[in-house]
């Protein structure tokens, strides 16, 4: 039996995992989970019950009556009111704990995403380094999210997957990482997404705009468009798109688009 204490380090990745992670792959035959052992030097089953204590601290099982292990609740729910208070510092100090573990810098570990800031300095470099590594790893949620598939058309290669914003990353500081404010889609319907060209209603059906109608008579639009109007979006395992986020979206960046 396992007695060395947890500390709050080893918490903070345990729960990096937990966010990345889809709930169906919390077992101990999960990669990701038998490298956080050997990272931590603790055992697959330790890191396994960690990520079900984690689950019975988030809002969206207990909502669903599901409790997971409610055990070690109390040495993981700081975690989660922290993460709940401030996602983007917690989220880049557990990219930061994270790569510390794995004998890099942060800069290092996420050599191509920063490889054009080598000139910038101080705080202005922080503050993009911090915005890129969150930004990488809200994609990660997101896309676990919706089981590595795009959400309308279930195309499931990573490179063409993006976690769109339903609110734009500019507008609402506090719901940037929430993962109910992303939907994963591939590089086409985030790019109309983000654009106001075509939308997803409360019922999670996607609306097509009446300037993207107006190209009706080619056969791209045929191709692309005309079938996904009216269907609905895939549902992904854990965070719904929330409602007001949608409705927001609609409002103030598909009704732009109407005419």
Known sequence: MEKKLWTKEELILVFNLYLKLPFG?????????????????????????????????????????????VG????????????????????????QILAEKENQTIETKFYDLLLDLKDFKGETKMREVKTRVNQNVFRQIVVANYSGKCAITGIDIPELLFASHIIPWSKNEEERLNPENGICLSALYDKAYDKGLIAINEQYQILISNKLKKKQQNDYYNRYFSHIENSKLMIPQKYMPKKEFLQYHLDEIFEKRKN
């Open 25 to 69: 792959k919390m077992h101990t035959r999960t990669p990701e989970i038998i490298e956080m052992a050997n990272l931590l030097g603790r055992t697959v089953n330790s890191i396994a019950i960690r990520l079900t204590n984690f689950a019975a601290c988030d809002p969206y099982h207990q909502n669903r009556g599901v409790k997971g292990m």
């Open 72 to 95: 070690g609740i109390k040495q993981c729910q700081p975690i989660w009111d922290e993460f709940a208070e401030n996602k983007e510092l917690l989220i880049f100090e557990s990219e």
